[in-house]
């Protein structure tokens, strides 16, 4: 699509949009949903657009707290490693179809296929069971008192209708797959898809069978969703009024955006942090000028390149100060955290170009950088940042962005070299981080570890995790993995974002730390 064509198309959008009654939300952020297939994509923007939809058996408030969903009640059986989960009754999918256990169990199974993308958080899991209609158990590997965590995104489909439209096997969207499910909804939510055009517009209406009433807000009676790449264009539509919710105002426009009569800015810390992988598991790679072997080999040019970013200048001239420098590839909101870990290299490209001269590099070397132009706050400027500081350190980056629909691709099937990617942790434990992207690469473990690491002492004690109900045992292993992965130098962490929402006045609606905005929550004040 030209770009004259696609600004057209959100222009009609946009007018369009602006004339809907007061309860209608026009909501733009900056890129779409990846799919509607709710167990094709563990992203982000994929799984709010989801949320408003599909719901699973549990989910985060506003606030980041666990609530029922789906299931009433749940609790840890006389056998450690059952869970059994009470359902809620008198329920039905979009499609009136009545929900029960066997959609449950249909559900978790199709989450734990190959072409799943949900598989790590049902790593523990033996099996699936229907009690009866209305309870189901699930058997884990040994007892995990965290299971609940790992249910918040895992959506629940109806088992007819997906088996009827041919799509038990998640759409594999790394192979450009597709499938009935990854453009047409039947969920419980409180949100029916009324019409969708990939990357220009969805609308969504409300559910007049929706079990939640009375028990949610519920004030927006359609949903106009628009992603609008541009930063500028995005901001000039909340400020003309085209749009009344807009998820991530650039930082460059927060004071103008909060001065405006009728407009305010909400923010809040997010649970995600923004950090660069290195295929450091290669003998050789494909974008360096090297020849025959891999300089990210060398932990000594990692942590040069760890040395050579400088996290206060992004923070002061990239992020207008709405992001917090880290060292480590987790938030502050992570079971695991601590300040040592959080301590951030200072950046000094002097000593850096120093260390990758002796590491036997004295001219540098050429590598590229993969980035995505449409999904972190100013993702595309931090990659630009960092090619001009290790630069300075010797080494000649050559940047490639592009839309994430295309950029995370290569991390799944693991053909970039070098990349940006950012991390949220909806489990709020150091396991999440460990499962997608420490662990070796596997069809069940590490499908987001593109770094090539592998190592399998530390993979045991990862897979330990989800067993160890002793306390102090679990945490000292967490801490010991954690140790490993900051000597190894695994990933170079940049920072941990802060949410910008920007809105209209009469707007009551929380900025939630997973940026993850639950429709059904949101109220008005006037």
């Given at each position: 699509?030209?770009?004259?064509?696609?600004?057209?198309?959100?222009?009609?959008?946009?007018?369009?949009?602006?004339?809907?009654?007061?309860?209608?939300?026009?909501?733009?952020?900056?890129?779409?949903?990846?799919?509607?297939?709710?167990?094709?994509?563990?992203?982000?923007?994929?799984?709010?657009?989801?949320?408003?939809?599909?719901?699973?058996?549990?989910?985060?408030?506003?606030?980041?707290?666990?609530?029922?969903?789906?299931?009433?009640?749940?609790?840890?059986?006389?056998?450690?490693?059952?869970?059994?989960?009470?359902?809620?009754?008198?329920?039905?999918?979009?499609?009136?179809?009545?929900?029960?256990?066997?959609?449950?169990?249909?559900?978790?199974?199709?989450?734990?296929?190959?072409?799943?993308?949900?598989?790590?958080?049902?790593?523990?899991?033996?099996?699936?069971?229907?009690?009866?209609?209305?309870?189901?158990?699930?058997?884990?590997?040994?007892?995990?008192?965290?299971?609940?965590?790992?249910?918040?995104?895992?959506?629940?489909?109806?088992?007819?209708?997906?088996?009827?439209?041919?799509?038990?096997?998640?759409?594999?969207?790394?192979?450009?797959?597709?499938?009935?499910?990854?453009?047409?909804?039947?969920?419980?939510?409180?949100?029916?898809?009324?019409?969708?055009?990939?990357?220009?517009?969805?609308v969504l209406q409300a559910n007049p069978d929706y079990w939640g009433m009375g028990e949610f807000p519920l004030e927006v009676s359609e949903i106009v969703f628009t992603p609008i790449q541009s930063a500028a264009t995005r901001i000039a539509a909340l400020l003309s009024g085209e749009v009344?919710?807009?998820?991530?105002?650039?930082?460059?426009?927060?004071?103008?955006?909060?001065?405006?009569?009728?407009?305010?800015?909400?923010?809040?810390?997010?649970?995600?942090?923004?950090?660069?992988?290195?295929?450091?598991?290669?003998?050789?790679?494909?974008?360096?000028?090297?020849?025959?072997?891999?300089?990210?080999?060398?932990?000594?040019?990692?942590?040069?390149?760890?040395?050579?970013?400088?996290?206060?200048?992004?923070?002061?001239?990239?992020?207008?100060?709405?992001?917090?420098?880290?060292?480590?590839?987790?938030?502050?909101?992570?079971?695991?955290?601590?300040?040592?870990?959080?301590?951030?290299?200072?950046?000094?490209?002097?000593?850096?170009?120093?260390?990758?001269?002796?590491?036997?590099?004295?001219d540098g070397f050429t590598v590229q950088l993969d980035c995505p132009n449409d999904r972190y706050i100013n993702d595309e400027a931090i990659c630009q940042a960092v090619v001009g500081m290790l630069g300075q350190a010797g080494i000649t980056v050559n940047l490639d962005s592009k839309p994430?629909?295309?950029?995370?691709?290569?991390?799944?099937?693991?053909?970039?070299?070098?990349?940006?990617?950012?991390?949220?942790?909806?489990?709020?434990?150091?396991?999440?981080?460990?499962?997608?992207?420490?662990?070796?690469?596997?069809?069940?473990?590490?499908?987001?570890?593109?770094?090539?690491?592998?190592?399998?002492?530390?993979?045991?004690?990862?897979?330990?995790?989800?067993?160890?109900?002793?306390?102090?045992?679990?945490?000292?292993?967490?801490?010991?993995?954690?140790?490993?992965?900051?000597?190894?130098?695994?990933?170079?962490?940049?920072?941990?974002?802060?949410?910008?929402?920007?809105?209209?006045?009469?707007?009551?609606?929380?900025?939630?730390?997973?940026?993850?905005?639950?429709?059904?929550?949101?109220?008005?004040?006037?």
């Open positions: 699509m030209n770009r004259t064509f696609l600004a057209a198309a959100v222009a009609t959008a946009l007018a369009v949009a602006g004339t809907a009654d007061a309860e209608t939300l026009r909501w733009a952020r900056a890129g779409d949903s990846l799919t509607l297939d709710p167990h094709a994509q563990n992203e982000g923007p994929t799984h709010t657009l989801a949320h408003q939809m599909y719901e699973g058996l549990l989910q985060r408030d506003m606030s980041g707290e666990i609530i029922p969903s789906l299931a009433t009640d749940w609790a840890v059986t006389d056998d450690p490693t059952v869970w059994r989960f009470n359902l809620r009754e008198g329920v039905s999918f979009h499609g009136g179809q009545e929900f029960t256990a066997d959609d449950v169990v249909f559900s978790f199974n199709r989450a734990q296929k190959p072409t799943s993308a949900m598989k790590e958080l049902l790593a523990s899991v033996a099996e699936i069971r229907k009690v009866d209609d209305l309870t189901v158990e699930i058997v884990t590997e040994g007892p995990n008192p965290l299971l609940p965590a790992n249910l918040t995104n895992l959506f629940i489909m109806d088992e007819g209708w997906t088996m009827q439209n041919d799509s038990e096997e998640p759409q594999d969207i790394a192979n450009g797959g597709d499938n009935f499910a990854a453009r047409n909804t039947n969920g419980t939510g409180a949100y029916i898809l009324d019409s969708r055009v990939v990357d220009e517009r969805t009344d919710f807009i998820q991530d105002v650039p930082v460059q426009d927060l004071a103008r955006v909060d001065q405006s009569d009728g407009l305010k800015i909400s923010n809040a810390p997010q649970n995600r942090v923004i950090f660069f992988g290195m295929n450091q598991g290669a003998d050789d790679l494909e974008t360096d000028d090297i020849e025959g072997e891999n300089p990210f080999a060398k932990v000594e040019v990692r942590q040069a390149m760890n040395m050579a970013i400088d996290r206060e200048a992004i923070k002061r001239v990239v992020m207008r100060d709405q992001s917090d420098p880290t060292g480590v590839i987790m938030p502050p909101f992570v079971n695991g955290w601590n300040e040592t870990l959080d301590a951030v290299p200072e950046g000094d490209a002097t000593v850096a170009k120093e260390m990758i001269a002796a590491a036997g590099y004295p994430k629909a295309q950029h995370f691709p290569l991390i799944q099937n693991r053909t970039t070299d070098f990349y940006m990617l950012g991390w949220g942790v909806p489990t709020f434990d150091s396991e999440y981080v460990f499962n997608f992207l420490v662990h070796s690469a596997s069809d069940e473990r590490g499908t987001w570890n593109a770094t090539g690491y592998t190592d399998t002492a530390l993979d045991e004690k990862i897979v330990s995790l989800a067993s160890e109900t002793d306390t102090a045992v679990r945490d000292a292993t967490v801490n010991e993995i954690w140790e490993q992965v900051q000597a190894d130098v695994l990933y170079l962490p940049v920072h941990n974002q802060i949410l910008n929402w920007g809105m209209k006045e009469g707007i009551d609606f929380a900025v939630q730390p997973e940026d993850q905005p639950h429709v059904k929550f949101l109220s008005y004040s006037n």
